[in-house]
């Protein structure tokens, strides 16, 4: 098929480059003769037919700005059949020959759908804070996430030792542990509380107050939401072990901020091999990095299969916290 005009979109929840990559699809696609269409407010835009043309000062500036200069939403009518019928007449309507999405796994299962039903070829760009896409090692944000969650635990973990505390920071991470894992990992956290791994607090208890014994003055448990109810294991560690207990919840702040320069340079390079894939004739894939060589993954895999959480990080974090 000749490839004239493609489509970008990003859709789920923000992630810190995804304007550099929404930048990388629009110069690399001008660069090669096609013409791009931003979708706007992610599938709810596409589902209302929201798209406008974006030529190459329309990405300037943006590289080094988080959030989505195309907006986002979270749409539950792509989940239907008619949301996706909509959309797939939005792409007829606008004459789009390729589509690339850049978000997580519920963005991937939707244009796969969407792949379905209107036949328009789809490369999917990853870009979450939760890393928890089958088929990349990283995603675009991952890593600005954790350079943010460590920003500021660095600085809890003053106030923790002035103050002989036990501090309970939960970060984000919906269904999975990656981003508390990572940012524990990095923190030298003394415990990584993840959905992955059951944990037993009167054993953390026991060891909190044993690292007391042994001359500790603080301790950081980093948490993903998803491992529990932090309000509930602050309250339970602090009734155990009687130490003063805090706790500060991440939240939302860990999706924004300038996207570090590992998440710029992903972002460019994932961008812009979604064009070429489309050059090429990819019909449904993804981009994905496996050690240092970005790759073609399965589209559907990304959704379907589940990640592994590496057990050997999680150990070795362990090992050198005590
Ligand atoms: O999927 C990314 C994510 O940041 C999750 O870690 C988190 O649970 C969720 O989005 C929050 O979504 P929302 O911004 O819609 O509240």
Redesign the pocket.
């Known amino acids: 098929m000749n490839m004239k005009r493609i489509a970008v979109i990003t859709a ?4 810190p480059g995804m304007n550099a990559a929404i930048r990388s699809v629009v110069r690399t696609a001008l660069f090669n003769g096609l013409e791009v269409m931003g979708v706007e407010r992610g599938y709810t835009g596409l589902i209302e037919g929201k798209m406008r043309s974006l030529d190459i000062r329309s990405v300037s500036g943006i590289i080094n700005r988080g959030g989505t200069m195309l907006r986002t939403a ?1 749409c539950e009518e792509i989940k239907t059949n008619q949301g996706i019928q909509k959309a797939a007449r939005t792409l007829r309507t606008h004459k789009i020959d390729g589509f690339v999405v850049i978000g ?1 796994d ?1 963005s991937f299962r939707g244009a796969s759908e969407l792949y379905e039903v209107s036949h328009v070829p789809v490369i999917g760009v990853p870009a ?3 890393n ?1 896409v089958f088929g990349t090692d990283t995603t675009i944000g991952f890593d600005t996430a954790v350079n943010t969650a460590l920003f500021t635990i660095d600085r809890i973990r003053d106030t923790a030792t002035s103050h002989e505390r036990v501090f309970i920071v939960e970060v ?4 999975r542990g990656f ?1 508390a894992l990572a940012v524990g990992f990095a923190e030298g956290a003394e415990f990584i509380l993840v959905p992955e791994i059951k944990f037993n607090l009167a054993s953390i208890c026991r060891k909190i107050k044993l690292g007391r014994k042994n001359g500790k003055t603080s301790e950081i448990v980093v948490m993903a ?2 491992a529990g109810d932090s309000s509930l294991i602050a309250e339970q560690i602090r009734k155990r072990t009687e130490y003063d207990v805090r706790l500060t919840v991440l939240g ?1 702040a ?2 924004g901020g300038p996207p570090t320069a590992q998440s710029r340079i992903l972002a460019n390079q994932f961008g812009a091999l979604a064009v070429h894939f489309l050059l090429e004739g990819a019909e449904k894939s993804m981009i994905g990095i496996r050690g240092q060589e970005i790759v073609r993954a399965d589209l559907d895999d990304s959704w379907t299969r589940k990640k592994d959480l590496d057990m050997q990080i999680y150990r070795l974090a362990e090992i050198l916290s005590f």
């Open positions: 789920g929840g923000d992630a979270r997580g519920g979450t804070i939760d928890d984000m991470g919906r269904k981003l939401e998803s939302h860990l999706r």
